[in-house]
């Protein structure tokens, strides 16, 4: 009950309160830095305000992997809203994220995605989802930037992995930049689907071993896809074993 309280009562309106106040931030920096770089910093202040105020305490594991100066296409399981904070506030890299074109329709939050040069996918049309990968690949080469894409397609309900879309692998072949799974234990605890209420937790954010794409054709992003989806799952039934890579 004293959990419940204190979601209601000072988590929900700390996170309203500091995602208007970082987001007006964001909004008004964009207008002077073209790069999204520096949107992206107070993103991730936004992301620490937010796991403070629900009071998420993140481990993270394998962040030896990457390389804050590299591409790369991450690929995360998607179980709770909080994914997204965890792995901005938690991943030194700079990038940005593949999201529905819904998202991009809600004013002030659509504006703000925009500016900082988030990517909308048109889910409904397959050619324009189609080109959107295309572009997508196209920015990570010339911005040197990394894309984050839950490839369920929307979180899940019951804590069940579901099917990936092949989107990620796709825009990492055509890139040439390695896939990194990532796996995200203990969000759906946090802030379950469904819920408005917040409940302290501890968190694990694990980061596997990148997986090379330069020798890849696009024939093989379905191969890829699959490789990544049971790198998650095996990670995912036994959490409390080292990360599984291989």
Known sequence: ???????????GPAIVLSTIFFGSISLIVSFFDDTGAVQIRVARAWARTLLAAGGVRVRIEGLEQIDPGG????????????????????????????AK????????????????????????????????????????????ISLLIFPEGGRTHDGVLQPFKEGGAYIAIRAGVPVVPLVLLGTRNVLPYGSGVIRPGNVTLRILQPIETKQLTLRDRG????????????????????????
């Open 1 to 11: 009950m004293l959990q419940k309280l204190r979601g209601i009562f000072i988590a």
């Open 71 to 98: 591409s790369y296409v991450f690929i995360a399981n998607h179980a709770s809203y909080y994914d997204t904070p965890v792995a901005l506030a938690h991943i030194p890299v700079q990038f940005r994220f593949l």
């Open 223 to 246: 191969r890829l896809t699959e490789q990544v989806r049971s790198l998650i799952s095996s990670n995912l039934s036994s959490p409390s074993q080292a990360p599984r890579s291989e």
């Open 101 to 144: 074109r819904g998202l991009f329709q809600i004013p002030f939050l659509g504006t703000h995605l925009s500016r900082a040069g988030h990517i909308p996918v048109p889910r409904e049309d397959p050619r324009a989802s189609v080109k959107t990968m295309q572009q997508a690949a196209e920015a990570i080469q010339q911005k040197k």
